[in-house]
């Protein structure tokens, strides 16, 4: 079976710019939640998608947006870079209505944002 | 609010000796899941261990266990034998089924350091 898969690891954008941060989610897995971990803190939720739907989102502005396509992998959109944005940006899938019953995430290796 | 507080930055521990990670948090729900993640430099999160609130008796996972005090809202991590490959950030977190999507909350994070 294969992970949860990141693309790219590393970026540089600008100020300004917009970004494009790309997951495969585990085979199986059709639930996939995006997290912001900034330097020297934990992970911060972004929102969470269940079959192509958004289903939940954190306190980040609309400019951060989602996307899950039919197969489950999915895309993080970042309008309007702000050097704060700056950080490593986690994928993390699980099964189906597998949060409900607390069951762990499976993470990617991220992706390192460095807006300049 | 949901918070998670690790109020250790950094710890060190000898190699085969054993060492305590704190954690303490906050939620008013009763149905919630406890989880240790560890952060290598690979980036990758990857479980360590997990604890179901309703469950009193503490989990164990080889020579990872935990201390759960649900009164206290306190869920400790003690790493027995401490090997090198322990050297890591460590996370602790938690889950609230049905709360806004289903959201991880994570602490700021303890690095551990085994020194051989």
Known sequence: ?116 | AQTVTQSQPEMSVQEAETVTLSCTYDTSENNYYLFWYKQPPSRQMILVIRQEAYKQQNATENRFSVNFQKAAKSFSLKISDSQLGDTAMYFCAFITPGDGGNQFYFGTGTSLTVIP
């Open chain 1, 1 to 116: 079976e294969t992970g949860v898969t990141q693309s790219p690891t590393h970026l540089i954008k600008t100020r300004g710019q917009q970004v494009t941060l790309r997951c495969s989610s585990q085979s199986g897995h059709n639930t996939v939640s995006w997290y912001q971990q900034a330097l020297g803190q934990g992970p911060q939720f972004i929102f969470q998608y269940y079959r192509e739907e958004e289903n939940g989102r954190g306190n980040f502005p609309p400019r951060f947006s989602g996307l899950q396509f039919p197969n489950y992998s999915s895309e993080l959109n970042v309008n309007a870079l702000e050097l704060d944005d700056s950080a490593l940006y986690l994928c993390a899938s699980s099964p189906d209505r597998g949060l409900l019953t607390g069951e762990k995430l499976f993470f990617g290796s991220g992706t390192q944002l460095s807006v300049l």
